[in-house]
Every structure is written in C-alpha cells, then in structure tokens.
C-alpha cells in the first residue's frame, strides 16, 4: 500500500508516546495506536517498518494504519490516540415516540383491519408527524421492550388484577 500521509514525530512527542507505553495505564488502543505512531515515524530507525511489518506486529488492517496515519497529520496527535468519533449515533426513538407508538398500538385498529401491524404502525408514526421515517424493524424493537404485545385483539397498558407479577 503507498503511503499517502507521512507521520514526522517531535521528540516532544516521541517521548510522550513512549512515556505512554511504558506506563500502560490507558486504555488499549491508546497503546497500539502509539506503537503504530512510533513504527510510521520518518526516521531512519524506521525504514524497515512497512505498512505491511507494523501489520503483523500490532495485528491492525492496513486502512486501520493509513486512517491513524491521517488522523495524526490533519487532526494531531490526540486525535490520532482516540478513537474515531462516532457521528450520526442517535437514537431516534426517545421516550415522546416510544408513547405514540404504545398509544397507536393500544388503540382501535384502522378500518378493514384486524390489528394493527409494525408497517402500519411506522406508517402511522410518519403521517402523524411524530418522526421523519422508522422502519417496523424499530417499532418492533421498542414494542419488544414494554410488556405490550401489539397482535393481541385487547392491548391495553394495565395488568388485569388477576395477573400479578
């Protein structure tokens, strides 16, 4: 693989990392991640560590070396420590969705049907405006998680009396 970003450590740096891996008191990918920095560093020590060497040594994919190498070059050495931060991981049922969903599947069912079903469910949700798209795949999930079961004929959110736990 050709190595587009190149790593250029300052001894600054080199012995922070260093420092970092002697303690060993992190986490462990803060440590593989600063044995790799230190393997891609321009250095004459160095040369012998191809992407394809610091591959077998630290057991990392070549993308895993070439994003880490990116990472250190535009964002720093921090960065390049941590873990890739993780966009767009928002839950898109919260608890205001989760009560339209359980109030659509207690009430009536649509005209000409018998219950209603997670697509019809989704559908309901989406025309209603509670959210922009879910598939039945979440509704099911969330109705999985109350003690609601959406293909009885009776749901209701309240035991019977008789039924204690």
Request: with cysteine.
């Amino acid at each position: 693989m050709k190595q587009k970003y190149f790593v250029t450590l300052t001894d600054e740096e080199r012995a922070f990392l260093e420092d970092l891996i002697a303690k060993g008191r992190t986490q462990g990918y803060r440590i593989r991640h600063a044995q790799i920095l230190l393997k891609l560093d321009e250095i004459p020590e160095n040369r012998k560590w191809t992407y394809t060497a610091i591959q077998d040594a630290y057991h990392a994919t070549p993308y895993t070396i070439s994003q880490l190498a990116k990472r250190f070059v535009t964002d720093g050495l921090e960065a390049a420590l941590g873990r890739k931060e993780q966009i767009n991981r928002h839950r898109k049922v919260d608890g205001t969705v989760e009560a339209h969903m359980i109030a659509i599947a207690c009430s009536e069912a649509p005209k000409g049907r018998e219950r209603w079903t997670l697509q019809l469910i989704a559908d309901e949700l989406v025309r209603l405006g509670v959210v922009e798209s879910i598939s039945p795949t979440a509704v099911m999930n969330t109705l999985k998680k109350t003690n609601l079961s959406h293909g009885k004929r009776k749901n209701g959110a309240f035991q019977k009396p008789e039924q204690s736990l």
